[in-house]
Structure formats: C-alpha cells, structure tokens
C-alpha cells in the first residue's frame, strides 16, 4: 500500500515565465513517481518540463504581474477540471505570495498550510526579512533603506564600497528594463541611479553590507515545518559552485549537515509560526565565521531534491504526505550526496562521482526533459551570444565622439553591464555567458 494518498492531485503554480526551472521538474518527478496526479500551472511552451512522462496535465498560467484576483480566478478553473481538494505548491516568490494572500479563498478546494497572516510576503520581501532577523536574532548582513536618492548615496558611503544592493520584492520587477534583482554597486553614483528607478522596479531599493565570497562559504537550508511546527525532511548543504558565479543559483552543491545552520532555520520557524516549505540562503562572515542569512524564500528551492533520505522522502513530498494526514517516514540523512545542474555545471556533470548523485534534468525513468533541455539550451545560448555580438558591433559602429563623451560623463560601467564585469566567467569556466537568465533571480534556487 502506498504511503501517499493518491486520490488527493498536486496543483504546481509558477507565475515566473523561465523555461529552465529545474525545481519545477524535480517536484513533478517526486511526486509523479509516488503515483500522484501532477498538474502544472506554468508556462511550460518551451519548457522541458512538458516532456515529464510524470505530468498528468499543464494549464495555463497567470501572466507575469497579475492580481491576486486574477491567480485566484486561474486557479479555481483548475480545480473545476480535477478532483479536489488537492495540494497546492507554489514554486516561485510571486505564486507563494499570492497563495499566502488567498490562503481562505482557495481553502475550499486547496490543501494549504495554515500560516499566520501574509507571512510568505514579509519573508520574501528583502526589507522586511532585515527586520524580522533583527528581531528573532537571527544574523543578517547590516542592511539600510534609502528614502531618497542623496540617501542612497550617502548609505553606500556609510556601508563602505562595494556594497549589494537589492529590491526587496524582486517579483515584482518587468520582464524588460534591465533591472536584477541583485547587484553589486561600486560607487555611490551607481546606488543613487539605482534609486531612481525605484518606480520602474516596483518596490524599495535596500543597500546591504557585501559580504566576500569564499570557500565553502554558501550554504543553504530546505526543510518543511509540518502541521506541528517540527521541522521535517531536508537538511543543510554547501553551494560548491554558483551561476553567475558567486552570486547566482546553486550549480552544484553537497549535502552537508551543521547544526548551526539548523538551529538558526528552527530559530526562526519557531519565533514566526511559519508553516509549510522553506529554502534559506546564508553566506558566511569571513570575520565571524557566523552564518548570515541572505534569503528566506517561503517555497521549494529549486535544488531540493538535493535532501532526498533513505525512505525517498524530500520536502515536497513530506508536504503532500503531512496536509493528507498521513504518517512521515523514518528515513536515515545521506550526507555527502550530490546535485548536479547539467546546463549550468556541464564539466561536472561529466566528471565521475560517488553513486548517490541527482541531476536536475537527466533521469533514467524520464529521459525526455534531459533531451529536450539540451536542445532548447544550445538555441537560447546561440541566441544570447548572437545578441551581444550585435550589441557589440553596434557599440563599435558609434562615431568616435560619442564614444569620447559617454565615457567622460559616465566613468563606471553601466548597471546593466555589472553582472559581466564583475563575473566574466561562468561555471567550468564558460567566459562571456554569466549574463544568461538562472534558474531563480535571488536564491538558491
């Protein structure tokens, strides 16, 4: 008999509109292997994701920056299409905000984890995470919110340069602009014209204190806070290599249990009543040695599968079993086990490694996705290269005055150009292509 209710489907929302969302394969695959019903709202067009032998249904998604009203409005037509009440997943920053904001709405037809008010959006919201750790003593890089751009200018001073600087709701930044969730700002001039593109970007410019790359300085936590507070299934790792480097999602990281980084993720779940899924970001203070947390993101991250134990349980899949009232499990940790993203991490994904390895798009019970990956990544690469070629040519067919003058009035680089200067390689050393979109803007994912 299976641990799994499946009579009960699984209802994955994502609002974001990236094709190369890993997490979204890996919660379909988990609980598709487990015999439940996966339907997947998303856009999935040019997605491998679509090619899952484990996907019973895609329907389409809200579009990028619709109301609650109108995720609402989606949502109940897919419950009038399946057997419900099902589990309801959000797995990006704007779907968990959402549900958390519609939690009563969507009860009639949803399983939900019972939160205490909007706390999915003070958690992902970067200003108000400051707070909530000030106030749990939870570490947290010093973090300030200019009111105005003299302010701006005059924090980044205060901070000391470089310093990071961040929109505390990232969801909510337009597709187009030009605009990264984060980025890392070398002068004062860089943070007031930040600033000023606050309207464009859709909430607060916060300017946080940089905290230096180093070895094995990444970590990350996932983990489920069950009906009961506990918290469940998950664990802790090390971000091995990033995309972009140093900054970006996890390309690959290890398993890797520190008691500190649990204590710090049940601090805080047990100081807010927090319900449901969590991916915690921490970065380690060179000084210190503590570990900081940099991102709370109130969903799956996107290499959770990472921390699958003995008994094949993962957080996505202790979910559905907890909000179903059935029994967890008693699985053994397996520290040491690996998670490999091919597209991001390709010389590692070829190098020989211990048996207990996951890659994000290959698997042997659904080799599609893996295939499809490939071919739909060599076309997205081949056309981002060829866009800069012709950015470039276009730059050189400028007249030389105009080169004379932009560069005399603007002696830093442009915001749109930071991410190239201050990583112009990628992982396994792919130079020039660590401009190309990650798999989530901010976080482990």
């Given at each position: 008999?299976?641990?799994?209710?499946?009579?009960?489907?699984?209802?994955?929302?994502?609002?974001?509109?990236?094709?190369?969302?890993?997490?979204?394969?890996?919660?379909?695959?988990?609980?598709?292997?487990?015999?439940?019903?996966?339907?997947v709202v998303a856009?999935?067009?040019?997605?491998?994701?679509?090619?899952?032998?484990?996907?019973?249904?895609?329907?389409?998604?809200?579009?990028?920056?619709?109301?609650?009203?109108?995720?609402?409005?989606?949502?109940?037509?897919?419950a009038a299409r399946?057997?419900?009440?099902?589990?309801?997943?959000?797995?990006?920053?704007?779907?968990?905000?959402?549900?958390?904001?519609?939690?009563?709405?969507?009860?009639?037809?949803?399983?939900?984890?019972?939160?205490?008010?909007?706390?999915?959006?003070?958690?992902?919201?970067?200003?108000?995470?400051?707070?909530?750790?000030?106030?749990?003593?939870?570490?947290?890089?010093?973090?300030?919110?200019?009111?105005?751009?003299?302010?701006?200018?005059?924090?980044?001073?205060?901070?000391?340069?470089?310093?990071?600087?961040?929109?505390?709701?990232?969801?909510?930044?337009?597709?187009?602009?030009?605009?990264?969730?984060?980025?890392?700002?070398?002068?004062?001039?860089?943070?007031?014209?930040?600033?000023?593109?606050?309207?464009?970007?859709?909430?607060?410019?916060?300017?946080?204190?940089?905290?230096?790359?180093?070895?094995?300085?990444?970590?990350?936590?996932?983990?489920?806070?069950?009906?009961?507070?506990?918290?469940?299934?998950?664990?802790?790792?090390?971000?091995?290599?990033?995309?972009?480097?140093?900054?970006?999602?996890?390309?690959?990281?290890?398993?890797?249990?520190?008691?500190?980084?649990?204590?710090?993720?049940?601090?805080?779940?047990?100081?807010?009543?927090?319900?449901?899924?969590?991916?915690?970001?921490?970065?380690?203070?060179?000084?210190?040695?503590?570990?900081?947390?940099?991102?709370?993101?109130?969903?799956?991250?996107?290499?959770?599968?990472?921390?699958?134990?003995?008994?094949?349980?993962?957080?996505?899949?202790?979910?559905?079993?907890?909000?179903?009232?059935?029994?967890?499990?008693?699985?053994?940790?397996?520290?040491?086990?690996?998670?490999?993203?091919?597209?991001?991490?390709p010389l590692a994904?070829?190098?020989?490694?211990?048996?207990?390895?996951?890659?994000?798009?290959?698997?042997?019970?659904?080799?599609?996705?893996?295939?499809?990956?490939?071919?739909?990544?060599?076309?997205?690469?081949?056309?981002?290269?060829?866009?800069?070629?012709?950015?470039?040519?276009?730059?050189?067919?400028?007249?030389?005055?105009?080169?004379?003058?932009?560069?005399?009035?603007?002696?830093?680089?442009?915001?749109?150009?930071?991410?190239?200067?201050?990583?112009?390689?990628?992982?396994?050393?792919?130079?020039?292509?660590?401009?190309?979109?990650?798999?989530?803007?901010?976080?482990?994912?």
């Amino acid at each position: 008999m299976s641990l799994f209710d499946t009579r009960v489907p699984a209802v994955l929302l994502r609002i974001d509109r990236n094709p190369f969302h890993h997490g979204t394969l890996g919660a379909v695959r988990s609980l598709g292997r487990a015999g439940v019903d996966v339907h997947v709202v998303a856009d999935c067009a040019g997605s491998p994701v679509r090619t899952s032998r484990f996907v019973r249904q895609l329907h389409p998604p809200p579009p990028p920056g619709a109301s609650p009203g109108d995720i609402a409005a989606v949502l109940r037509r897919v419950a009038a299409r399946i057997p419900h009440p099902a589990v309801l997943i959000p797995m990006d920053d704007a779907s968990a905000v959402a549900v958390g904001t519609l939690g009563e709405e969507l009860a009639p037809s949803y399983l939900l984890p019972q939160q205490p008010g909007p706390l999915a959006e003070r958690l992902a919201d970067k200003a108000e995470l400051a707070e909530v750790c000030a106030a749990v003593g939870v570490p947290h890089p010093v973090t300030l919110v200019p009111e105005s751009a003299g302010e701006a200018d005059a924090m980044a001073w205060r901070l000391g340069l470089p310093v990071v600087a961040k929109w505390s709701r990232p969801w909510l930044l337009p597709t187009e602009g030009g605009l990264r969730s984060t980025v890392v700002v070398r002068s004062p001039q860089e943070a007031r014209e930040l600033y000023l593109r606050s309207e464009e970007a859709g909430s607060r410019l916060l300017l946080q204190e940089f905290l230096p790359p180093q070895p094995d300085g990444d970590w990350f936590f996932h983990g489920y806070a069950d009906r009961g507070g506990a918290l469940r299934a998950g664990g802790s790792g090390v971000k091995e290599r990033s995309w972009p480097r140093g900054a970006g999602l996890t390309a690959v990281g290890h398993w890797r249990p520190d008691p500190r980084v649990r204590v710090l993720a049940e601090r805080l779940t047990g100081a807010l009543g927090y319900r449901g899924i969590l991916d915690l970001d921490f970065r380690r203070h060179g000084t210190d040695g503590d570990f900081h947390l940099l991102d709370f993101n109130p969903r799956p991250g996107a290499q959770f599968r990472l921390f699958t134990d003995s008994a094949g349980l993962d957080v996505v899949r202790a979910l559905h079993l907890d909000l179903t009232h059935r029994p967890l499990p008693d699985g053994v940790a397996l520290p040491g086990r690996a998670f490999v993203v091919e597209n991001y991490a390709p010389l590692a994904a070829l190098r020989p490694a211990p048996a207990r390895r996951e890659f994000a798009w290959h698997a042997a019970d659904d080799r599609r996705p893996g295939w499809t990956m490939w071919a739909l990544w060599a076309r997205h690469v081949s056309r981002r290269l060829l866009e800069r070629v012709r950015r470039i040519s276009a730059r050189r067919g400028q007249p030389a005055a105009a080169q004379v003058i932009r560069q005399g009035s603007a002696p830093v680089a442009s915001l749109t150009d930071l991410p190239r200067l201050t990583d112009p390689t990628g992982p396994d050393g792919l130079t020039g292509l660590s401009d190309l979109p990650g798999d989530e803007r901010a976080s482990s994912r």
